[in-house]
């Protein structure tokens, strides 16, 4: 058995290497592997040399540190009473970001207007708004007029953005200042951090693990106090697992809640599954403070008009009434791992005893929602995917997915077979296999698919309905940030995350706990290749934090955020 497992897994090897090979000799071309070489070697040379301009010109000193040490609403507070100036607090953040993303390079830029926008709110008679003088930071997949949106690819180098998104506009008319753009993994779609053009993002917290993605630097700088807040976007926990590998908050809003006008989507043509954009910030305050001033008065409408006209509703947001809420703790498809489960459970509690009621709460079968996923994901077999990454170095984040891309789907679907039996342990893994060679081949699968997902839909709601809920508490993740080079090895461990983009629930993050490892040992790995993955690595997660998700219904973003800043005062962080 032995030798015909050896055998196997050798001609397995040998059919993927021959499609990699007959692929990059189709689609080899020299002369543009050399310009994008080109392009990289420039642009490096420009952010080497600016960021060591910028360093010798703000320091970590004197009234910076000062600055640096207020709370969020002293922060606000003084710059709304004129005791800060912009320009100050500006200077300050721009020396806190430097050492950050020198030690975790989390920044692929600066924005120079900054500086002038700065002495603006400066010059006013009165503070321009709510965030008036707050810097933030900008995933580089979000529009900043002036300046590149590179989705990590060498390729989208110095084809400025002319028009800034919606959500940066929004922010600016708030008083904030855009003042940096955060780095990403090659082609979002990963958690991983990695790129040909900036290179790897590190966990704030230890740099030997992930920071997660795709929003992967906005976590890590938000994380290392680099800035109060920061953009992202999430069509698959981008937003979320950022935020709980790096122990800061998070929300996911419902498709259209807030404009991804200006967001350029690295799956344009993607069907079932929408992009959205979100905020990522040091506590559940200060998302909610910021998600608020840009739901208050349809200020959104001034740029896009497709805004669905829903206002904050302050009075949910600040309701007392006390709410239903569903829990679980763990899911089959992908057992919580290490503290992951004990801090849900812990999380529950602190709930009940502010009053609230909780009840088990079971979610449609991951094993399905997962395959509905990987067949709109992977319906257009990676073309669009390896179109953009031809000429470009390939991130380790997303080597898997790329090479697994260039097999026929007929021959994934007999893999796929092999992975369900135990016959060949060497490549079991029920999970890996519900997303293997998973793609939509006909349109009439693709049709299949949107009615399996309606079908899910249904499902979740008729157990909302019957529980009679207001939310749900879950895990995010069923571990605590892995070691840096898995993420792009373990894509089924989004289950607890991505069902909630399937089905548009809004859903949020906020920390909770930290990893003990004491509980790493009591861990049934069932002889799945992906479980005993995943068990390596998180041996070195140890002092890593762990979040807990909450979501509530379609536009109840309120509650979500209700319930993150109820958690917020019992949080190891508080």
């Known amino acids: 058995m032995g030798f015909c497992g050896y055998c196997l897994a050798t001609l397995t090897a040998f059919v993927l290497g021959a499609f990699v090979i007959v692929k990059q000799i189709l689609g080899y071309d020299d002369e543009e592997k050399r310009r994008l070489e080109q392009l990289q070697r420039k642009k490096n040379s420009e952010r080497v040399a600016e960021f060591e301009r910028l360093q010798n010109l703000y320091k970590l000193e004197g009234d910076s540190k000062r600055i640096l040490n207020l709370g969020w609403e002293e922060?606000?507070?003084?710059?709304?009473?004129?005791?800060?100036?912009?320009?100050?607090?500006?200077?300050?953040?721009?020396?806190?970001?430097?050492?950050?993303?020198?030690?975790?390079?989390?920044?692929?830029?600066?924005?120079p207007q900054a500086f002038v926008w700065a002495k603006e709110l400066d010059s006013l008679p009165e503070v321009k708004g709510p965030l008036h003088g707050i810097p933030f930071a900008v995933k580089d997949d979000t529009n900043v007029e002036g300046h590149d949106t590179t989705l990590g690819y060498v390729k989208r180098l110095y084809r400025p953005a002319k028009e800034s998104a919606v959500l940066v506009k929004s922010l600016v008319d708030l008083g904030a200042l855009p003042y940096c753009k955060t780095n990403v993994p090659q082609t979002l779609f990963t958690y991983g951090s990695d790129n040909p053009v900036f290179g790897a993002t590190t966990n704030c917290i230890n740099p030997k693990l992930s920071p997660g993605g795709s929003s992967s630097g906005t976590g890590s700088l938000v994380g290392s106090h680099g800035c109060p807040f920061g953009t992202g976007s999430d069509i698959g926990g981008s937003l979320r697992i950022p935020a709980h590998f790096n122990g800061v908050a998070s929300i996911k809003p419902t498709v259209g809640r807030l404009s991804s006008k200006g967001v350029v989507s690295s799956l344009p043509n993607l069907m079932g599954l929408t992009a959205v954009p979100g905020i990522i910030g040091q506590t559940p305050t200060i998302v909610s403070t910021v998600f608020k001033g840009i739901c208050e008065n349809f200020k959104q409408h001034k740029y896009d008009s497709r805004i669905p006209p829903i206002p904050w509703d302050n009075a949910l947001f600040q309701s007392k009434e006390k709410l239903r809420i569903g829990y679980l703790s763990s899911l089959p498809y992908f057992p919580a791992m290490g503290d992951t489960e004990e801090v849900v459970l812990r999380a529950k509690s602190t709930l009940e005893s502010l009053g609230h009621t909780l009840v088990p709460f079971e979610m449609p079968d991951p094993y399905k929602y997962m395959n509905i996923l990987a067949r709109f994901l992977l319906a257009d077999q990676n073309q669009h995917f390896n179109k953009s990454l031809k000429g470009e170095k390939i991130a380790q984040s997303v080597q898997l997915a790329y090479y697994s891309s260039w097999v026929p789907t007929s021959i994934q679907r007999v893999l796929r077979s092999l992975m369900t039996s135990k016959l060949f342990p060497f490549m079991y893994s029920k999970r890996t296999a519900a997303m293997f060679g998973a793609g939509a081949v006909s349109s009439k699968e693709l049709w299949d698919n949107q009615g399996e997902k309606k079908k899910v839909i249904e499902e979740m709601h008729a157990e909302w309905e019957r529980l009679e809920l207001d939310a749900v508490l879950c895990p995010l993740f069923p571990f605590a940030a892995p070691l840096i080079n898995y993420p792009g090895l373990l894509p089924m461990a989004v289950c607890y995350a991505m069902i909630w983009n399937l089905v548009d629930y809004p859903a949020g993050v906020v920390p909770f706990g930290r990893e003990s490892g004491k509980n790493y040992e009591n861990f049934d790995d069932e002889g799945d290749v992906a479980l005993k993955m995943a068990h390596k690595a998180i041996q070195e997660s140890i002092g890593a934090p762990i979040g807990v998700q909450c979501v509530a219904l379609p536009y109840k973003e309120e509650i979500v955020l209700r319930l993150l800043t109820e958690l917020e005062q019992f949080s190891y962080k508080h």
């Open 75 to 111: 922060l606000v507070q003084a710059l709304q009473k004129r005791e800060l100036s912009a320009t100050a607090v500006l200077e300050a953040y721009v020396a806190k970001t430097l050492e950050a993303t020198s030690k975790f390079n989390n920044v692929t830029e600066f924005i």
